[in-house]
């Protein structure tokens, strides 16, 4: 079974950078691998991921051009480096991969990810 720990979330002020990572330990092939966030009252929003198939990148339009996703298969890595955070970035960051094979996937679709690391709180405040 695959496990994700992720690391590097805390507190930044407006304008700061923070590097999320993402342990990936087992042995099931995963389809994506992304990161989500959750803030308080709302539901997990798709922030970046990864398709493993072609290496194909995709963002959601609230971090393009603040934030970067990329993967050290020798490492086993996850990487979120956010750039130019702000307030509403606060929230819990969570990474997530998807073990089932989907004909049309739907990348940042947190329904269709299925394998779930315990999160990392990130906290954009002056």
């Known amino acids: 079974q695959l496990q994700l720990v992720e690391s590097g979330g805390g507190l930044v002020q407006p304008g700061g950078s923070l590097l999320l990572s993402c342990v990936v330990s087992?042995?099931?092939?995963?389809?994506?691998i992304g990161w989500f966030r959750q803030a308080p009252g709302k539901g997990r929003e798709g922030v970046s991921c990864i398709m493993t198939y072609d290496e194909s990148t995709y963002y959601a339009d609230s971090v393009k051009g603040r934030f970067t996703i990329s993967r050290d298969n020798a490492k086993k890595m996850v990487y979120l480096q956010m750039n130019s955070l702000k307030p509403e970035d606060t929230a819990v960051y969570y990474c997530?991969?998807?073990?089932?094979?989907?004909?049309?996937?739907?990348?940042?679709?947190?329904?269709?990810?299925?394998?779930w690391g315990q999160g990392t709180q990130v906290t954009v405040s002056s």
């Open positions: 087992g042995f099931t092939s995963y389809y994506a």
């Open positions: 997530g991969a998807q073990s089932r094979k989907y004909r049309d996937p739907s990348p940042l679709n947190s329904d269709e990810y299925n394998i």
